[in-house]
């Protein structure tokens, strides 16, 4: 859609304020992919990751439980969707905290 020239797009800042929790889950996602490509420091990614990755690990078995036998990049992306669902249920209860 267009924008009217009055209307500005939000900076990342804003964008960060507004999403804290799912900008947490991004950057769990890359200490992840870190992990798995070997790169940088193992120590602080692995650590990232456990501290960071919180709610795709306690979403992590739900894509089984609601498909049997699924494998392959349909799993991973099950796993990807239902393991942003903590993060975004937190981002809104943060907005909601935040405007009372």
């Not at 800042?13 to 798995?36: K, Q, W, Y």
């Not at 120590?43 to 990751?49: C, K, P, R």
């Not at 099950?78 to 209860?93: E, F, K, R, S």
Request: proline share 5%; glycine share 8%; net charge positive.
């Amino acid at each position: 859609m267009l924008r009217s020239p009055t209307q500005r797009s939000r900076s990342i800042t804003e964008l960060i304020r507004d999403n804290p929790f799912l900008c947490v889950a991004f950057l769990s996602g890359l200490s992840l992919a870190a992990l798995e490509a070997d790169v940088g420091s193992q120590g602080m990614f692995e650590w990232l990751w456990q501290v960071l990755g919180i709610g795709f690990k306690l979403t992590a078995d739900w894509p089984q439980k609601l498909m049997p036998g699924m494998t392959g990049w349909l799993s991973i992306a099950m796993n990807i969707v239902l393991g942003l669902i903590p993060y975004l249920l937190a981002d809104i209860v943060w907005r909601h905290l935040r405007n009372r």
